[in-house]
């Protein structure tokens, strides 16, 4: 069973920095894509940046290029989003989700099989 769990979340100030984390287990596919996704309410969930855990194929969205990095941890378990100098339009929950590297786009949500619980990240400014 997979399992993901989200944590780093909290409150900041524009122009502040968070880093999150999603502790996965469970993932049975090697190698897999882990991607970061967005929501506030009434809004479609957003992809906001991606990896597959061969190195290969990071994406980021546009609105978030420069500013936030994704990385996964040496033993390929754990993935971080550290997000620099952050807006208010960065207020959202943050879901780590998983999935087979092959298939359609790296943002489309509904080709993620399994989700973290979220992590609310609000920048104040």
């Known amino acids: 069973q997979v399992q993901l769990v989200e944590s780093g979340g909290g409150s900041v100030q524009a122009g502040g920095s968070l880093r999150l984390s999603c502790a996965t287990s469970?993932?049975?596919?090697?190698?897999?894509?882990m991607t970061w996704f967005r929501q506030t309410p009434g809004k479609e969930r957003e992809a906001v940046a991606s990896l597959a855990t061969n190195g290969r194929n990071t994406y980021y969205a546009d609105s978030v290029k420069g500013r936030f990095t994704v990385a996964l941890a040496n033993a390929k378990n754990t993935l971080y989003l550290q997000m620099n100098n952050l807006k208010p339009d960065d207020t959202a929950m943050y879901y780590c989700?998983?999935?087979?590297?092959?298939?359609?786009?790296?943002?489309?949500?509904?080709?993620?099989?399994?989700w973290g619980q979220g992590t609310q990240v609000t920048v104040s400014s």
């Open positions: 469970g993932y049975s596919y090697n190698p897999y894509r």
């Open positions: 989700a998983v999935r087979e590297t092959f298939g359609s786009s790296w943002t489309d949500s509904a080709s993620y099989h399994s």
